[in-house]
């Protein structure tokens, strides 16, 4: 038995190009990846953090962004716990494909999946063609959270991941004090997907 | 102060020691230094004898080191000396060789002249040797680029003729005369020109296959497979011809261009697959179809995509075999040429692969199968929930079967398409579908819940009857009924399915994915423990099917019997106590109906199913009767008949059941023996120290009021216990 307390899916996604595995490899290696390869299917890491003395395990998923492998990686949206958005601060057109990737997240993850927009290269200030307000006001309006990252510089990375960590953790422990519901009216009953989306009794592991 | 004068005389003390210590050293300095004097003179003398030896050694060494020169400059003379006749010799003989057609012999003479320093040769000019030097270059550089002529003409001419002796003879030369590159470009595109004629007839023959023909239906992947065949044949063949004339390293260039042919042919039958099969239609209709508005007019007959998947899935493990084969010979040619870096070239390699069109065209195929199996699978459980049926006498309804048929069929049919993407994709699919669809449908009818009110026992006497009669088939009540209890073992056998099902898949895929990276693996294996938590929600959905079956028929119809219970009276004289005994008042009554209780719901539940169901009985049962007993009164005797009367209930549960009763029995039974004491105090022997095996499960308040329940009891003597 492998020795952690929570075990939590996170899944990458955004258009081609926009540093997906770069940030992944920044998090889990401590790296940046020179002549990073695009992405073939889907790819996975893990990295073990701790959150208030609990080992919490991220599984984390890093699609690929081009059009050919869609089918593979939307299979991968209803189990994630948490989903990150990436775009390209200095590429408009990853900006712009946004909202059909929102229509994606609506139509294959939970309703209730913790969700990060991600503006990613931070460090190419003098290329920036999306301001970070413009970032952040869409992410509210899609009540996403915001976070402008460097997988080069190794900018706000760490804290991405830890804060995805901590928060999920604060969910499963919620999940799992409040008091067992009766059957009847309780998580059993919820609509798809709704059915314990964080830690709960089904995708935490308690050692 | 007193305390810094201490501390003043304290350092005082230390100081004066310390002179003393000095001095005596001092002393023994003094002895010594006569000695050293001597010393000095000695080492002086020492020094010169040493710098002596060094200069002699010096003058020697210089003089060998001017003997080394001068052998150097004799070896590279006469290296240089042999060189000249070499170049003679290269001179004369290419020209004969050239002149007889001996095209090896001139290469071989290019060659050597090749590996001769020209520079340094020509540094003899100048001397009467120069003229002739110079003419014997001019000769060679001749002769050199007319055998590179005559070498590029006849491989053509050979590969027109279609000699292809002569084409392996002029192949081998190349490297020769140093035109590898060429020579390998030149090779490949006379194999690729091979490779596209053969596979040209291939495709040719499989479009004029007819649809008669036991092929018919997977024609293009036995087409693409000739195509890979081909090729790897033809690597085979020719690869120790690459690496003898070539050397180690050339087979990366040599396979990439390979690939180029590969790439296009792969193309060409991918396009015609998709012509023939009408694959982009279809595509376009399984996507209209998945949109969740699609009418089912609109929608495509799953059935329709059966063949078509399969041939997909054959497609692609032909593609992943040969890749692999490709990888394989590339890898090792990379790894017996390059010392270092080889990790760099080998990922150098892996992304030519995967980033190869051949590979960009299965990718693609892939991501459309995906799309299309995931429709295939949800229509076809969605058909089999449609047309559920369920037999009398059967414990479960059709729906269940068919559906985990169908989804072992569809990740089945992923696995042998080799793509690990592939089969991750579609048990990520399969664990979507159950959880949202299927697992869905039982919820929505368990949720129905068990028909109250009626008897179930009755009902079932009625219909029995009605049936023989003929009058009636089953009434509405009976068939929810039935239809509860069906459900809710369709939802226990599912989630015993799904486990077998992930442990079925996990020893498939160990097999058929054996070979894949580690990192595949633990990819695979991720996905399929996600079957594990689907199982776990299908016993959330049975618990509660149970929550529903207790409220309606459990609770509400134990509820009468025990009432019996607390009508009857347990302060009763010997005579009554002797009348019960042959007039049982309630407890034979109460086992017939338990017993005609269970028996009911076992003939229509599964084995899991009904111990639950029994567990659940008997829970109630004791939990119903603690209750009774606690407002009851008994006597001495009557203690002693609730005492048979328990026996009786416990004795025959335990034939009824497969686990141990007791347990659940344990309070029950130790109120008994309270109620059934002569006297207050007894209950010390049974208490604390006395309790031997016996584990209470009664706390000492409970201990007293059920003694309070006993009529003859005084209380003083109660309170004064010590528990
Ligand atoms: N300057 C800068 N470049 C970055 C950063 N992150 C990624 N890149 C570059 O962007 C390119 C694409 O990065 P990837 O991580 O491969 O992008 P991806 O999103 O994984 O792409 P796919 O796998 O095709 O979906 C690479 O050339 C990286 O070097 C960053 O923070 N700053
Ligand atoms: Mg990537």
Redesign the pocket.
């Known amino acids: 038995m492998e020795d952690y307390k929570y075990l939590f899916k996170v899944v990458l996604i955004?258009?081609?190009?926009?540093?997906?595995?770069?940030?992944v490899?920044r998090f889990t290696q401590g790296l940046?990846?020179?002549?990073?390869?695009?992405?073939i299917g889907v790819d996975f890491m893990i990295k073990t953090v701790e959150v208030d003395g609990d080992k919490v395990k991220l599984q984390i998923w890093?699609?690929?962004?081009?059009e050919r492998f869609r089918c593979i990686t939307q299979s991968y949206y209803r189990s994630a716990n948490a989903l990150i958005l990436?775009y390209?601060i200095t590429c408009q057109p990853t900006f712009d494909c946004l909202p059909n990737w929102i229509k994606e997240i609506d139509t294959y993850a939970s309703s209730k999946v913790l969700t990060y927009l991600v503006g990613?290269?931070?460090?190419?200030l003098l290329h920036r063609e999306i301001p970070a307000e413009i970032g952040e006001h869409f992410a509210k309006q899609h009540s996403m959270r915001y976070l402008e990252?460097?997988?080069?510089?190794a900018e706000n990375v760490d804290r991405l991941f830890t804060e995805i960590a901590v928060e999920l953790t604060k969910q499963a422990k919620e999940n799992f004090l409040r008091p067992r519901q009766d059957s009847t009216s309780g998580k059993v009953g919820m609509p798809n997907g709704g059915s314990s989306p964080v830690g709960g009794l089904s995708c935490c592991k308690l050692n | 102060m007193e305390c810094f004068g201490e501390s003043l005389n304290q350092e005082l003390e230390d100081l004066q020691e310390h002179q003393t210590a000095i001095e005596t050293k001092m002393l023994s300095l003094h002895k010594m230094l006569p000695n050293l004097q001597l010393l000095h003179t000695d080492s002086r003398q020492l020094s010169s004898m040493v710098s002596f030896t060094s200069t002699l050694a010096e003058n020697v060494s210089g003089k060998v080191r001017q003997l080394d020169l001068a052998k150097s400059h004799v070896t590279a003379c006469m290296q240089r000396v042999e060189d000249v006749l070499d170049l003679k010799f290269c001179t004369d003989g290419v020209q004969t060789a050239l002149q007889n057609e001996d095209y090896e012999q001139a290469a071989a003479h290019i060659h050597r002249f090749l590996s001769l320093d020209e520079n340094v040769l020509r540094m003899t000019e100048g001397s009467n040797e120069g003229s002739t030097l110079d003419t014997s270059f001019q000769l060679l550089h001749e002769a050199e680029s007319k055998l590179k002529k005559i070498v590029h003409k006849n491989f053509d001419a050979a590969v027109h003729s279609k000699d292809v002796a002569s084409v392996e003879r002029f192949f081998k030369i190349f490297p020769l005369i140093n035109l590898h590159d060429e020579g390998l470009t030149k090779f490949s595109k006379y194999l690729s020109a091979q490779i596209s004629e053969t596979a040209e007839t291939n495709l040719n023959q499989a479009l004029s296959v007819k649809s008669s023909d036991k092929r018919s239906t997977v024609i293009f992947a036995d087409t693409i497979t000739l195509l890979f065949e081909g090729i790897a044949r033809v690597v085979e063949i020719h690869q120790p011809l690459v690496e003898t004339y070539y050397g180690p390293g050339k087979m990366f260039p040599f396979m990439a261009a390979l690939q180029k042919e590969c790439d296009r042919q792969t193309r060409k039958i991918v396009e015609k697959f998709k012509e023939s099969r009408d694959f982009t239609r279809k595509v376009q209709k399984v996507r209209q179809s998945s949109m969740p508005r699609a009418t089912a007019a609109e929608k495509i007959d799953p059935k329709e995509l059966d063949v078509l998947l399969a041939e997909l899935t054959l497609m692609n493990a032909r593609a992943e075999l040969y890749l692999r084969f490709v990888r394989r010979r590339v890898v090792a040619d990379v790894e017996v040429s390059q010392e270092e870096d080889r990790t760099e070239k080998v990922a150098e390699v892996d992304k030519f692969l995967s980033d190869c069109d051949l590979s960009r065209l299965m990718q693609e195929l892939v991501g459309s199968y995906i799309m299309m199996e995931e429709y295939f699978m949800k229509e076809m459980v969605v058909k089999a929930v449609k047309m559920d049926t369920y037999e009398g006498g059967a414990m479960t309804s059709s729906m269940v079967d068919d559906a985990f048929f169908i989804v072992k069929k569809c990740v089945r049919r992923a696995m042998s398409s080799c793509s690990v993407d592939g089969v991750c994709a579609m048990l990520n699919n399969a664990c979507t579908m159950l959880e949202q669809d299927f697992k869905e449908e039982l919820h929505s009818r368990l949720k129905l819940g068990f028909p109250s009110g009626f008897d179930l026992t009755q009902a079932y006497n009625l219909v029995q009857s009605s049936i023989q009669q003929g009058k009636l088939q089953s009434s509405d009540t009976e068939k929810a009924k039935a239809n509860f209890l069906c459900m809710l073992n369709d939802t226990e056998v599912s989630s015993d399915y799904i486990q077998t099902l992930k442990k079925n898949l996990q020893a498939e895929i160990t097999k058929v994915f054996g070979h894949v990276h580690q990192h595949s693996q633990e990819k695979l294996e991720s996905c399929l423990s996600e079957l594990a938590s689907v199982s776990n929600k299908f016993r959330e959905v049975r618990e509660f099917g149970f929550t529903q079956l207790y409220s309606a028929a459990i609770k509400p119809r134990i509820k009468p019997w025990v009432d019996t219970f607390s009508a009857t009276s347990h302060l009763i004289d010997d005579e009554e106590f002797t009348n019960y005994e042959a007039n049982d008042p309630w407890v034979q009554a109460f086992i017939v109906q338990l017993d005609n209780l269970l028996n009911t719901f076992k003939a229509s539940l599964t084995t899991g199913n009904n111990d639950t169901f029994v567990s659940h009985v008997t829970t109630e049962v004791t939990i119903q009767l603690e209750k009774a007993v606690l407002k009851m009164s008994f006597n001495r005797l009557g203690g002693l008949q609730f005492d048979k009367e328990l026996r009786a209930l416990v004795g025959y549960l335990t034939s009824v059941t497969t686990w141990t009763i007791r347990d659940k029995f344990a309070r029950l039974t130790q109120m008994a023996t309270i109620l059934n004491l002569e006297k207050v105090n007894e209950i010390l022997d049974y208490w604390g120290p006395n309790s031997g095996p016996l584990t209470w499960r009664l706390t000492p308040t409970e201990v007293r009021q059920v003694l309070t329940l006993r009529v003859d009891f005084r209380g003083d003597d109660i309170k004064r216990l010590k528990l």
């Not at chain 1, 940046?32 to 992405?39: K, L």
């Not at chain 1, 890093?62 to 081009?66: K, L, R, S, V, Y």
């Not at chain 1, 990252?149 to 510089?153: F, I, L, V, Y």
Request: hydrophobic share 20%.
């Open positions: 955004g258009n081609a190009g926009v540093g997906k595995t770069c940030l490899r940046f990846p020179p002549g990073q390869g695009a992405t890093d699609t690929a962004g081009q990436v390209d990613n290269k931070s460090d190419r990252t460097s997988a080069k510089e």
